[in-house]
């Protein structure tokens, strides 16, 4: 790890979500296993059918839920120590613990956004009188801004998933299928530092028009485009995400070659938009414009990226009608692509952060077709 743990996970973080839950009107946050939860106290939790909860009041002190038998697990946390810890036996109702943890009544809680259906509402018969709102309204906000050390993190990342693309001519090669050359990308994500491989996309061909293919048994041929949008977790829980489009074992096709090249330089009016007060929008529209003047408006499939941090896919978002100016430590995806149906694809996708006067891109490979 390049980082200190405590400072990527700060204590100040849970008195900025109280304050922010207050101003938010909501008396409490209420946060099961995921990204809101590790964001807050450094802690991995393992989600499964035994409660784990961080009950954060807008005043008072934090308490940490947990089984019993995964308190070792929350101790060793890197901001635990800044919450009480409550543990439940099996067996136990681990829900009068929540109310308990609650300094007064409560009118209003804000519940994680991708809390289980079983523990909504075994909270809604707890909590009878609380409205239920989404964590995310208090939360977004304070994940959007990424600190220095969150950057430094995203860099670490995008370092890892950078050394897996420079040694793709290892393992992409004509003959072999999308999935065995995905199982090498899959164990070299992880001997790059990753503790966990999130996607490995390998799609050749005419599978490569599909942004989300995924892998298959079909072998590539010699000549075909390869999108490969590969991503994991680091230890420190940020996530990387890059995509490059490769051809292996002969020239491509020149029709796939003209729009490779309308796509290089969308990428790149993308990612040279990027400042502080633009909006998302722009952003979005600076990829799109090239996109469309070139003719290919209705094969560019999705939006131009996505936030990144805990989450792969997070706020905020690089899509028409988001009209929030962007933010220094703001981190996103510019990822255009373009997709003709049962021919071929491309798409080169960078994580970028927003800087105090521009924008840096933390995949710093080349965003040329790479020739295998």
Known sequence: MGMGLDELYPAARLTAAQRATA??????????????????????????????????PAEGE????????????????????????????????????????????????????RMWAEQV????????????RLASEVLREL????????????????????????????????????AQVAADIAAAIRAAGHVT??????????????????????????????????????????RSDCTRTYVAGGPAPAEFTDYYAVLYEAQRAAVAAVRPGITAEAVDAAAREVITAAGYGDAFLHRTGHGIGLDTHEEPYVVAGNRRPLEAGMAFSVEPGIYLAGR?????????????????????????????
């Open 62 to 113: 934090p308490t940490l839920i947990v089984p019993t038998l995964e308190r070792p697990a929350a101790e060793a946390a890197p901001g635990v120590a800044a919450v009480r810890l409550v543990d439940h036996a099996d067996g136990t109702d681990p829900y009068p613990l929540v109310r308990a943890a609650l300094p007064g009544p409560v009118a209003a809680v804000g519940l994680a956004d």
């Open 344 to 372: 071929h694809g491309a798409r080169i996708e960078d994580i970028v952060v927003c800087t105090t006067d521009g924008g840096q891109r933390l995949n710093t490979t080349p965003t040329e077709l790479i020739a295998l």
């Open 197 to 238: 491989v999130d996607f490995v996309i390998v799609a050749a061909g005419p599978n490569g028009a599909s942004p989300h293919h995924g892998t298959s048994d079909r072998p590539i041929r010699a000549g075909e485009p390869v999108v490969v949008d590969i991503g994991g977790t680091m230890p420190s829980g940020y």
């Open 23 to 56: 101003a938010a009107g909501l008396d409490a946050l209420l946060l099961s296993p995921g990204s809101d939860l590790r964001y807050l106290t450094g802690y991995d939790a393992h989600a499964g059918e035994r409660l784990t909860c961080l009950v954060l």
């Open 143 to 178: 994940r959007m801004r990424k600190s220095p050390a969150e950057v430094a993190a995203l860099a670490e990342a995008g370092a890892a998933i950078d050394a897996v693309h420079a040694a793709m001519g290892r393992w992409l090669r004509p003959g072999r299928t999308e």
């Open 121 to 132: 509402l075994a909270l809604r018969a707890a909590l009878p009188s609380a409205t239920q």
